[in-house]
């Protein structure tokens, strides 16, 4: 008798719990964070480049200049005590040294006129200005003068200086001219004033006439920069009106222009400062050269508080590129979560309900696409601006995720829900970008809708069973 042997049916293979699943794809996730971590790196990278290549085109020319003056110095003799040992004793000496006093004018107007031009060099660019600046000033000692401790016969004015403080001074250009009273001044190099950082240039002139009267001063000042102008307020009242072709000012610093005269639109802008001592918190007459004042940008405003009282005091004019391609790429970045979150929880839902098995792997490879659209797009921004590169990166991550889950989920109609979801996130996001003042409420929104949605289709699956498919 022939015994026949039939094969026995491969016993059921038992897999992880849905809950099980979800902690894997959970994992998957939070491992994702590394490479997008480096997207993040590389944004900065790329984008301290951008800033040493601006500063390598601009290089010679000027860079972002602070303007301060004018101020008159008065050198004065001042009696200084001293107490030494002498044979066993204390002697109180008095010495005579030199020092100086600054005097800022009791008004200043500066007119301010910035021709703009855009320098670029490969990929890069970067905006640079030729500045002129025509002012006039008035100095006279206060009526008070005497509570500062300085008598006026111990003043030197027959040796005073007229300075101006110009903080690259390898920007200035020819047609400098400076008057007082009518009478033209030589300029000479150096003696700037502290808040430029001691650069800048000076004139000597006999403020004689300031022991019962008032200096008039003139000028016109010409000199080239990049990106911003700021100004180190110090008089008793400061007007300051700037001008330009540029259609993208930043108004930064410890003031701000007056609304009623100030004008932006698309053929340039003009706008006018009113500062006064009282709001700076200085004296008119000081011992000391005064603090450095560096530029501040539209960044650096939201997070460091302007001060004043003679140590950051300033007024900027930024001229800024209306679209920052490496800031909208890393804004862009901080949503990496919520798309690789939406994405492995579409596939999750599949595996779980549809009955479709996905490997560890391919939710990495999957993962791994969606952290290179922003490599993508940091890329292809940097050539062809932001709006464009955002549509080809999404365009290229979502033809690449739906070709592939096409294989993966056995079905070009599940792959096509996948792209959609993709497509449907891309453009939220882009949205999100552009409405900066709502992107917190829109985001917040979708993703507790997202949640709803999951919540409602998983409502009746037992995380805590074991899932079992059998070969056919």
Do not use: C
Not at 28 to 55: C, H, K
Not at 170 to 191: E, H, I, W
Not at 244 to 266: D, M, R, Y
Request: glycine share 10%; charged share 15%; net charge neutral.
């Amino acid at each position: 008798m022939t015994e026949i042997y039939q094969d026995e049916p491969e016993p059921a293979k038992p897999e992880r719990s849905p809950g099980g699943k979800f902690l894997m794809v959970l994992l998957m996730g939070f491992l994702l964070t590394i490479p997008l971590f480096v997207t993040w790196l590389l944004v900065y990278d790329r984008q301290n480049q951008s800033e040493t290549a601006q500063q390598s085109i601009v290089s010679g020319w000027g860079g972002e200049q602070v303007f301060a003056g004018p101020k008159l110095v008065l050198p004065y003799t001042a009696r200084v005590q001293e107490t030494v040992e002498q044979d066993g004793k204390a002697v109180t000496r008095t010495n005579m040294v030199k020092r100086e006093l600054f005097l800022a004018p009791q008004t200043v107007k500066l007119d301010s006129r910035l021709k703009t031009q855009t320098k670029k060099r490969a990929i890069y660019e970067v905006v640079v200005y030729d500045s002129s600046i025509s002012g006039a000033a008035q100095f006279k000692l206060p009526d008070d003068f005497k509570r500062n401790g300085i008598a006026i016969e111990d003043i030197d004015f027959a040796a005073a200086e007229l300075r101006f403080g110009l903080s690259d001074a390898r920007g200035l250009a020819g047609d400098n001219r400076v008057s007082v009273d009518g009478q033209p001044l030589t300029l000479k190099p150096g003696k700037g004033l502290g808040e430029t950082g001691n650069s800048g240039f000076f004139a000597w002139v006999d403020a004689t006439k300031l022991i019962d009267g008032a200096l008039d001063a003139d000028f016109a000042i010409r000199f080239k920069g990049n990106q911003s102008l700021t100004i180190a307020p110090h008089a008793g009242q400061t007007i300051w009106t700037v001008r330009s072709e540029w259609p993208h000012p930043s108004f930064t610093g410890s003031f701000l222009p007056e609304i009623e005269q100030t004008k932006v639109t698309a053929e340039g802008f003009e706008a006018q400062y009113l500062i006064t001592n009282l709001a700076l918190g200085t004296s008119l007459v000081v011992t000391d050269a005064g603090q450095q004042v560096s530029p501040q940008s539209a960044i650096e405003a939201g997070y460091r508080e302007p001060t004043v009282g003679g140590v950051a005091a300033s007024a900027t004019v930024g001229l800024i590129q209306p679209v920052d391609v490496y800031g909208q790429v890393d804004r862009a970045a901080k949503y990496g979560f919520l798309i690789i979150g939406f994405t492995f929880v579409a596939f999750l839902l599949f595996d779980l309900i549809g009955g479709v098995r996905i490997s560890s792997v391919q939710y990495i490879l999957i993962g791994a696409a969606l952290v290179l659209f922003f490599v993508l797009l940091l890329a292809f921004a940097e050539i062809l601006g932001f709006a464009l590169a955002y549509v080809a990166a999404s365009m290229a991550t979502i033809g690449l995720i739906t070709a592939y889950s096409a294989s993966v989920l056995s079905s070009w109609r599940r792959a096509s829900l996948v792209g959609g979801l993709l497509a449907g996130l891309y453009g939220a996001i882009y949205i999100l970008l552009s409405l900066e003042a709502y992107s917190l409420l829109i985001g917040s929104l979708l993703v507790f809708a997202a949640l709803a949605g999951v919540m409602f289709v998983t409502r009746r699956l037992d995380w805590s069973s074991s899932l079992i498919r059998t070969k056919a």
